[in-house]
């Protein structure tokens, strides 16, 4: 079954830098577009970053745009999320995301458990 694990959150000061990886198991990740989102209090989650089946293209929010760096790694089936200049508002859990196909719109099917990343001031 698909699997997406998250891993490499955790405590950092402000304005530094952490790497968050998405292992992923259980489909063709080459396959899919994949996705990073981050968790809203109140508001459910928030698009991070988008990137394509061949790492061709790269998409960003604006409030990370030029901070964060997304990559993936198809033959590790890994998916990565590289964080510098970290804000306190950063501070929420991050999930992977699997791209639902076959949609107009970007949505997603599955995703994992989330790593928690803190941003101390």
């Known amino acids: 079954q698909v699997q997406l694990v998250e891993s490499g959150g955790g405590l950092v000061q402000s304005g530094g830098s952490l790497r968050l990886s998405c292992a992923a198991t259980g489909f063709t990740f080459s396959d899919y577009w994949m996705y990073w989102v981050r968790q809203v209090p109140g508001k459910g989650l928030e698009w991070v970053s988008t990137?394509?089946?061949?790492?061709?293209?790269?998409y960003y929010a604006g409030s990370v745009e030029g901070r964060f760096t997304i990559s993936k790694n198809n033959a590790k089936n890994t998916l990565y999320l590289q964080m510098n200049s970290v804000k306190p508002e950063d501070t929420t859990l991050y999930y992977c995301?699997?791209?639902?196909?076959?949609?107009?719109?970007?949505?997603?099917?599955?995703w994992g458990q989330g790593t928690q990343v803190t941003v101390s001031s």
């Open positions: 995301a699997r791209e639902l196909q076959g949609v107009a719109d970007w949505a997603y099917d599955y």
């Open positions: 990137i394509n089946t061949d790492v061709s293209n790269t």
